[in-house]
């Protein structure tokens, strides 16, 4: 357009009945049309992306210098990942999945992403002052109430059902108070009794039904590096396989046997002369067992024996009744097959099961007594 053109319009514009205000606005929109020229060609430059927000660390006190670590983030569908050795996390570090126990001297550090969005900034949370050997965290299952009482259910929670459970198991897992059958609120499989001991009771009530309980910390409790043991007594009978065992958190990411295996403590049957075992599992077929005694001890598994861990970096070590006396040690160096999966930071969870059946004790037999249950004193963490 010329611009005697825009000069025409524009005497005729202000000509007409406008207000004044009116031609003014119109006066600024046709000269900003005018100064622009022709188009540039160029698009306009897409906005960086949005940043996820910084995560949040909690510690809530566990004992002498232990803290249960839980973190959370404000950014929908944000994931969390972290460290405990010092290096900057990154979307490949550990995920955060559960509240873990910190149970060392360690500064963790956090990052949270998103997909299509900048990573957060990373925000880190130190733990410090924990004595080498210090009781961090337990649960004494104490009661005091004159009757029996549910586990903690701020602590401990349940794998449920039937199915085998991988391993052609023949009892059906019942949680505390369930009334879906063949459970029975009438015939607890778990409590915690007047006794101060937790009970897990195999049951065969009714119609050759086995139901039993498998109590588990997962999403609630989990640990890393540290000590942990249980002072346990356990029924003898042909058929009955009660354990002391740890997961991976990662199982709901990597499947087992990714996560890894920690177990403390299995027996099975009514061997003569008794024994149990300890093992661990990870992928690639890494496998190892070792069971006690040898033929030079003497030992009873309906007896009050601690079972127990102390697992650090690169090593898992077994003993039974003192932290002096390994059995069993397992170590990143010397595995031969499979990838090491404990030193991943993610924390394990505990288990207290007792299953009936299965594959490796056969069947309960004529002589199983029924009911039959685990009696549990005290599940205690230390620093390494």
Request: hydrophobic letters at 35%.
């Amino acid at each position: 357009m010329t611009n005697q053109l825009k000069r025409s319009s524009l005497v005729f514009l202000l000509s007409g009945k406008r207000s004044a205000a009116a031609a003014f606005s119109l006066l600024c929109v046709i000269i900003t049309a005018g100064c622009g020229g022709g188009s540039s060609g160029g698009g306009t430059t897409p906005p960086p992306p949005a940043q996820v927000a910084t995560p949040t660390v909690t510690m809530t006190a566990a004992q002498n210098g232990g803290q249960v670590v839980t973190m959370a983030d404000t950014t929908s569908g944000a994931s969390i990942f972290f460290t405990t050795d010092g290096s900057t996390p990154t979307s490949t570090s550990q995920q955060y999945l559960t509240p873990v126990l910190i149970a060392s001297n360690v500064t963790i550090k956090v990052v949270a992403t998103v997909s299509g969005m900048t990573d957060s900034d990373v925000t880190s949370q130190s733990v410090s002052g924990i004595a080498s050997g210090a009781l961090v965290w337990s649960d004494e299952f104490s009661n005091s109430s004159g009757s029996n009482v549910q586990p903690d259910a701020s602590v401990w929670t349940y794998d449920t059902g039937a199915g085998g459970w991988g391993n052609a198991e023949l009892e059906t897992y019942c949680a505390y108070g369930s009334t879906t059958s063949p459970c029975d609120t009438a015939l607890p499989n778990t409590y915690v009794g007047t006794d101060g001991y937790l009970h897990v009771v195999a049951r065969n009530a009714s119609g050759g039904a086995y139901t039993s309980a498998r109590l588990k910390t997962q999403g609630l409790f989990s640990t890393s590096y540290g000590r942990v043991e249980a002072l346990i007594k356990m029924p003898e009978g042909q058929g009955l396989w009660p354990a002391f065992w740890m997961l991976g958190n990662n199982i709901t990411t990597v499947n087992w046997p990714a996560c890894g295996e920690h177990d403390i403590m299995e027996h099975i049957n009514a061997p003569l002369p008794d024994w149990f075992a300890g093992s661990i599992h990870g992928a690639g077929n890494l496998n190892g067992s070792v069971t006690w005694p040898t033929a030079a001890q003497t030992y009873t598994a309906s007896d009050w024996h601690i079972y127990g861990m102390i697992w650090s970096k690169g090593k898992v070590q077994y003993y039974i009744d003192d932290p002096s006396n390994v059995y069993a040690s397992f170590d990143s160096t010397t595995i031969t097959t499979g990838t090491w999966p404990f030193d991943s930071d993610g924390g394990a969870f505990i288990i207290l099961n007792m299953a009936v059946g299965g594959s490796w004790p056969g069947a309960p037999d004529a002589t199983t007594p029924f009911p039959s249950e685990m009696l549990v004193d005290y599940v205690r963490v230390y620093a390494n």
